[in-house]
């Protein structure tokens, strides 16, 4: 199958918008990018201060999707992925990681930052056989992106769906919740769940968050570690669970290893 530069019927992209900070660009600030704009520079240094332990969640959470993608082709033997929540392009992406292990995996980004959408020529540079696809659409649209993934993959075979550092931008946890039970009853039978997220437990996390949302930024809310596990339900957990960011099966030992107030696991669809 052919390399796809962006799925067909989008709609109208946007305008990028440099006078409100936006999260993709602030995570690539954090991670050291340069797709981003003062005002995310801003917004990112301001959340730093009060929250120090962002920067190693941001690489944490990095070095978690290369185990994540590893685990799923080399393990799990999945050939689909449906990453949303893509943000800028980074150092190994989600396709890149995939198709090193099996070119003719296939994946589905999804975000909904035009500046996304505009490198996605970054994003889609899947070896053939392999199929690579871009969608401009939000995580509150499940059917819109349901329906547009199908273009790229076959909900016939086992897909892995992919939510790294995404739900909390869904207000309330029932609607985030049924958002992915949407997703997932979606999914064929020995699909997987990836996700990972912030654990509600630390005051200067909650005060760089309030800052966020008082500088314009979409807020992101924090839940515990039960919500998060909660996002499981109904799936068979990979050993060793939903556990810790850096102790997610481990490349090697890291002695260390930062501690992160972030949890993620992966999830099997029986």
Not at 129 to 148: K, Y
Not at 245 to 263: C, G, T, Y
Request: charged residues 25%; glycine residues 8%.
């Amino acid at each position: 199958m052919e390399t796809r530069s962006e799925i067909p019927g989008e709609r109208h992209v946007p305008e990028i918008n440099t006078t409100v900070p936006h999260s993709a660009r602030i995570w690539n600030y954090w991670l050291g990018g340069k797709d981003n704009y003062p005002v995310d520079r801003e917004a990112g240094e301001a959340f730093r201060r009060l929250y120090p332990g962002i920067v190693d969640v941001a690489r944490e959470s990095r070095y978690l999707l290369a185990r994540f993608v590893r685990y799923l082709t080399r393990e799990a033997g999945i050939r689909q992925f449906l990453d949303i929540g893509t943000g800028l392009p980074a150092v190994d992406n989600t396709h890149e990681l995939a198709q090193r292990e099996a070119p003719d995996a296939r994946v589905v980004y999804v975000d909904n930052d035009p500046l996304v959408h505009a490198h996605a020529r970054a994003l889609l540079t899947g070896a053939p056989p392999g199929s690579t696809a871009f969608l401009l659409a939000d995580l509150r649209e499940p059917d819109r992106i349901l329906e547009a993934a199908a273009q790229t993959l076959d909900f016939d075979r086992p897909i892995a769906l992919m939510l790294m550092g995404v739900l909390g931008h869904i207000t309330g946890y029932d609607h985030a919740r049924a958002l992915v039970r949407r997703l997932v009853a979606a999914l064929p039978p020995g699909s997987h769940l990836a996700l990972y997220d912030d654990v509600d437990c630390d005051d200067g996390a909650r005060a760089a968050l309030a800052d966020y949302r008082d500088r314009g930024a979409v807020p992101y809310h924090l839940r515990s570690r039960e919500e998060i596990v909660g996002f499981f339900d109904g799936l068979e957990l990979v050993p060793p669970g939903v556990v810790p960011l850096p102790e997610w099966r481990p490349d090697l030992h890291r002695p260390d290893a930062p501690k992160v107030n972030a949890i993620g696991g992966i999830g099997r669809k029986p």
